[in-house]
Each structure stands twice: as C-alpha cells, then as structure tokens.
C-alpha cells in the first residue's frame, strides 16, 4: 500500500466546501450525522443546528419588523402634529400670537417641559411672557449660540452651562437634556425636558426643522409690511 497518501488538513476540507457549498445535497446523509458544537450546550446535527440559526434569524427580523412598525406609528404621528402646528402658525394674525402658539403646541402637543424662545427682535404684546426672551443680535448673551445661530443646525442633547444659563436662568437646575433649534436672524427655540434620555446627540431632528421653518415663515409675514 502506497504509505505517500496525501493527508488533508482540516482547513482544507473547510476551504473546499466553502468553494462548494452544495455538496451536501449529494449527500444529504451527511447533514444527518454531522455535529456541531455549540457555545451554549451539548452538540447537535447539521441539520437541527441549521434550523435553530433560522429560527434566530427570524426572531431577529420579527423583532426588526415590529421596531419598524413603532418607528412609523411614530413618525406618522409626529407628522401628523407638525402639520397642525403649520396651520395654526398660518392662521395667527399677529406675531405675537404666533409665538403664543409655537410655545403652546410645543408644550402641550409635543409635551416639552420648559418651553424657551429667544427673539432677536422685539415682539409687541408679548412683554411678560415667561418663555419669551428678546435678545438684541449682538448681545454678549448670544455669544455661546454664535456657531449654531450661523449654520442653523439644530442641537440635542446636554447643553453647555453657559447655553442653559441663558435659556432657562432660574429653572436651569430642571432640565436634564434639550432640543435646541437655532433660526439665524429670527433667534431660538429650546425644548428643555426633566428627562436626561429624552433628547440626544446623534437623534433625528427632520421634524424639528420644520416646525423652525414653519415659524420663520409665519413671522414673515408681519415683518415684510
């Protein structure tokens, strides 16, 4: 007997099925029989083991599924409310009743806990309004909002100090996280919450944009006359 037989490695025979991945339908005896070992527990078939990655696969896609569904009750919902607060911008007759409503639909549609707009620009009417803060463009107030009153891009998360001592002044100590939307030459709009997780870097702010773009566009009209 020829004692030059060539020994296959067993990163060769794993190589070779890897380039031939059907071979186990020529022999689907071998499925049957084949162990393999598991992290969790004793060993079991090819076959059994193939099944039970299919049925993790599917636990993960359902899971995926139902997050997606969430994610669009959510998102219809969140739609649903901007493109009331767009009307209800539209319908105001005065800036200050627009701001008036801004705030309240941020409160109460939207459930912000410390409601806060910054205006550059002085609003008739709206004197003693405890949300309402005007605040000349070149105030050194403004200074730590100077980047974001630039580029307009919204922030969400934890603050600086120095943003939430001017945005909330006594009530700072309340508000654990904020959305922060900046409107260059009209001034900010903040939703302060009690809730660290509420909002975060990194979230979506699509809706938040518009409602930004919704009141610029709102307050134009008393502007342009």
Known sequence: MNETL???????VAAWLRRHPTFLKQFPDLALTLVVPRDDGPT????????EV??????????RLVELGTNAQVNERLAVRT????????????????LRAMAASLEEDFAGDLVRIVSLQPVAELE?????????AGDAR?????DCLQDGEPICGRLQPE???????ERVGEVMSTALLPLPGVGLIAVGSHDSNRFYPGMGTLFLRMMGESLVVALQRFRAG
């Open 6 to 12: 060539e020994k296959i490695g067993a990163h060769e």
């Open 44 to 51: 079991a078939s090819l076959a059994s083991y193939q099944l």
């Open 54 to 63: 299919l049925r993790d696969k599917n636990r993960e896609l359902s899971r």
């Open 83 to 98: 493109h009331q607060l767009t009307l209800a911008l539209m319908r105001q007759g005065t800036a200050a009743d627009t």
């Open 128 to 136: 003693q309004a405890p949300w309402l803060q005007v605040i000349a």
């Open 142 to 146: 403004l200074a730590p909002f100077h």
């Open 163 to 169: 943003k939430n001592d001017v945005l909330y002044g």
